[in-house]
């Protein structure tokens, strides 16, 4: 599902160094589980940046990822559960996160845990970016469909048709 030439461009040095950028970045959250000092999965959460979408109104999962080896185990429900109760801790209204459209594996887990999709498939650029040294260096690699999930935060709002088109 990801571009040949994006993977291809996925070297040790560049994604340490995105690595090192994404712990150290203020506004975001990095949940991680750990099994024997090895990682099993992670999710990284912040505020979600889109322009139908009110500044402060929600949170996003930016990525949320299961070791193959542990896959199925409930690794990826606990971590969706820790980012979403940090985005309601922070008074956000909806979680929101973005899917390839053909990821059914990650689409069918998002619904089991709850989260409905608003079923508008949207391009987003695929790349990959680096800083070092304080430049920012990227590559493009075209565009890739996916579509968004959803799930209120506060319990007043469950039950609620969204209205985040607006
Ligand atoms: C999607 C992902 C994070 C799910 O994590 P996980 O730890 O395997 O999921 P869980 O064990 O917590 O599953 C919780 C429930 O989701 C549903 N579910 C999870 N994976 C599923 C699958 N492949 N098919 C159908 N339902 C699935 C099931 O209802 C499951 O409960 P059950 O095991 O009791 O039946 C994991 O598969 C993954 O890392 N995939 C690759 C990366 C990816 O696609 N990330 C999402 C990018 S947006």
Not at 34 to 60: K, M, N, R, W
Not at 74 to 85: E, I, P
Not at 113 to 120: H, L, P, S, V, W
Request: hydrophobic share 40%.
């Amino acid at each position: 599902m990801v571009p040949e030439g994006l993977l291809r461009r996925m070297e040790p040095a560049w994604l340490a160094d995105r690595w090192r950028v994404r712990i150290h970045c203020a506004s975001r959250c990095l949940w991680v589980i750990e099994d024997q000092g090895v990682v099993a999965g992670y999710a990284s959460i912040g505020d979600a940046d889109h322009p139908d979408l009110e500044p402060g109104f929600a949170g996003e999962v930016f990525e949320l990822y299961v070791h193959p080896e542990q896959q199925r185990c409930g690794l990826g429900r606990a971590l969706l559960s820790s980012a979403l109760d940090t985005m309601r801790g922070l008074g956000r209204l909806w979680g929101v996160l973005e899917v390839l459209q053909d990821n059914h594996q990650a689409r069918r887990f998002y619904e089991a845990f709850g989260m409905q999709t608003d079923k508008i498939v949207r391009r987003r650029p695929s790349g990959l970016w680096c800083s070092i040294g304080g430049r920012r260096y990227s590559h493009s690699h075209g565009s890739v469909r996916v579509v968004r999930y959803e799930i209120p935060l506060q319990p007043a709002l469950r039950g609620r048709i969204p209205d985040l088109g607006g």
